[in-house]
């Protein structure tokens, strides 16, 4: 068994060869870019260069971030007015899918691409509905991990920096550590995280969540869509990005959709994040920037 937001115990020599294998050279350069910027102490923003979690933190009106990702959010609200509106709205969406995946019996979440830490937190709303819940954050940014081990923590909440592209492995040493249990339902959360993946690693991570968990198992997704963009948003879009260790790889619905192989979307559908779930939202549905679903993990034939 690991401690809360210590280090996860290694798996077996099979079980991580068999992780190995998942990993492609795409995943591997995407590793490098995202890591070598870490800065060299972690316990400080590294302000020198823009950062994507921190103009994502900008958007959504908090505070850990510097000058030039403000400058970079400020760029993108000249050509997509209502992208802080669409980026809390995403926040939302996830907060609403959490007890979604809680009434399926899911009690065991791992947030992929967790961002600096935005209250009300998905272990305080899970738990509201399923008090013994576990929840694992995690995100490749050392910076992000440690302001959310700061910020999040109590019995069952646990804090990794690893990579998506590694999810096969994270998952076996989770399992491993007694953090997670795979044959219980487990919830995924990956709200505007694969936009920031190659499309080979962002397909592969998808196909290996659909053979490593049970069947039941949740996907909450969401992805920024290009179908109803006009080229100047998408050009703004990528032009803020690709100064950072995580370039965006937009993509259209039908790309996004296939993200759900294997999973049955639920009743909402695929729809933009402000419109997705039963309630009245405070953000009225808009152009879809971001489109959301949730899909639960069918039987194997």
């Known amino acids: 068994m690991r401690e809360e937001n210590g280090a996860l115990p290694l798996a077996s020599g099979g079980m991580q060869s068999r992780a190995n294998s998942l990993r492609r050279r795409s995943a591997l350069s995407y590793r490098h870019r995202m ?6 102490h972690p316990g400080a923003l590294h302000c020198r260069a823009l950062n994507g979690p921190r103009i994502y ?10 000058l030039l990702d403000k400058e ?3 760029r993108l609200g000249r050509v997509s007015p209502r992208i802080g509106e669409e980026m809390r709205a995403n926040r939302a969406f996830l907060r609403i899918a959490v007890p979604h995946f809680a009434a399926g019996g899911i009690d065991q979440i791992i947030e992929l691409g967790c961002g600096f830490p935005d209250a009300p937190h998905v272990h305080e709303v899970v738990r509201q509905a399923s008090p013994g819940a576990r929840v694992v954050y995690m995100d490749i940014d050392e910076v992000v991990a440690l302001h959310a081990r700061t910020h999040l923590h109590g019995p069952g909440v646990h804090v990794i920096s690893a990579d ?3 999810i096969g492995e994270v998952l076996e040493r989770l399992a491993f550590g007694g953090v997670l249990d795979l ?3 487990t919830g995924i959360l990956a709200a ?3 936009d920031f993946v190659p499309d080979g690693t962002a397909c592969e991570i ?3 969540l659909g053979r490593m968990l049970t069947a039941g198992s949740g996907l909450a ?3 920024i869509c290009t179908s109803d963009l006009p080229p100047a948003a998408i050009k703004a879009l990528v032009q803020a990005y690709d100064a950072t260790p995580t370039p965006l790889h937009l993509r259209d619905r039908a790309a996004i959709e296939a993200f759900f192989t294997g999973f049955r979307l639920d009743r909402y559908g695929l729809v933009p994040v402000a419109g997705w779930g039963p309630v009245p939202r405070a953000f009225p549905p808009s152009g879809g920037v971001l489109l959301g679903g949730v899909g639960f993990l069918q039987e194997r034939p």
């Open 164 to 166: 998506v592209a590694d």
């Open 183 to 185: 044959r219980r339902r």
């Open 192 to 194: 505007h995280v694969l």
């Open 221 to 223: 997704l969401s992805h």
């Open 57 to 66: 933190d900008v958007l959504l009106g908090g505070k850990d971030n510097a």
């Open 35 to 40: 890591r070598s910027s870490s800065p060299a």
């Open 206 to 208: 998808t196909q290996v």
């Open 72 to 74: 970079a959010a400020l």
